[in-house]
């Protein structure tokens, strides 16, 4: 008799045993699906205050304003001039002046500076323009929304704004300044409005316009900011 060989395969047609999952794999895709739930969970809230930010005033945007607010500002503030630009309709130049102390103890006043221009020489030939490349011209927007008409500031705001606009004057100031201490400064406005275009058939004064604004005291905080601290 002729013995029958032993199978070392399984036989056509069964169904080989599961192996046991080890923890780790187990653990692994408990962690990855926690992750997963936590994202989902985390762009909805997104969406949803944003969404709530930006929709018409309703009873949800009211009752959480404060929560809304606090989550969108100031990092995700939506700015729709980037879809929606508003076309400007004057030329605006800022100039700015100091009242510096003499070495006899009196005072003079320096020429006007453009800063203006300063940020333009800046801008100028540069492939990718930044924010920080006009830094007073933002810090000229904002100290305009934060002082009144008399050029008062309001509230807290509107004393940072104001010593930020200082600080940024004071260093394009210096080469008139020949480190001599600062008293004061003075900052004019000279607008200009824009022609519209000739389809429109209509034209405004080209003119310049000038506004002397109040003169502020310069204080060491002031001088903080500044390269010397003088």
Same mark, same amino acid.
Request: charged letters at 25%; aromatic letters at 8%; a positive charge.
């Given at each position: 008799?002729? =013995? ?51 929709? @018409? ?20 503030? $939506? ?73 008062? @500031? ?7 704004? =104001? $010593? ?24 004019? $406005?000279?607008? $200009? ?38």
């Amino acid at each position: 008799m002729t =013995e029958t060989p032993e199978r070392t395969a399984e036989e056509p047609g069964t169904v080989p045993a599961e192996e046991p999952v080890p923890a780790e794999p187990r653990l692994a895709r408990l962690i990855v699906a926690a992750a997963a739930v936590a994202v989902v969970l985390a762009v909805v809230a997104h969406a949803g205050m944003i969404f709530f930010h930006v929709a @018409p005033k309703n009873a949800v945007s009211t009752q959480h304003k404060s929560t809304i607010d606090a989550y969108v500002f100031p990092e995700l503030a $939506q700015n729709w001039a980037v879809f929606a630009p508003n076309p400007l309709f004057t030329n605006t130049r800022v100039m700015a002046r100091a009242e510096v102390r003499t070495p006899r103890g009196g005072t003079s006043v320096t020429q006007w500076v453009d800063m203006t221009a300063y940020d333009l020489r800046t801008l100028r030939g540069t492939f990718v323009p930044s924010m920080t490349m006009e830094q007073f011209r933002q810090g000229w927007n904002n100290f305009n929304r934060s002082h009144d008409r008399a050029g008062r @500031p309001v509230g807290k705001l509107g004393r940072l704004t =104001e $010593q930020n606009l200082k600080r940024l004057a004071l260093e394009r100031l210096r080469p008139v300044l020949d480190g001599r201490p600062v008293r004061r400064v003075q900052f004019r $406005q000279l607008t $200009q409005a824009i022609q519209p275009p000739e389809w429109t058939g209509r034209t405004v004064s080209d003119v310049w316009k000038s506004r002397a604004y109040p003169w502020l005291p310069v204080t060491r905080d002031d001088l903080e900011g500044t390269v010397d601290g003088r």
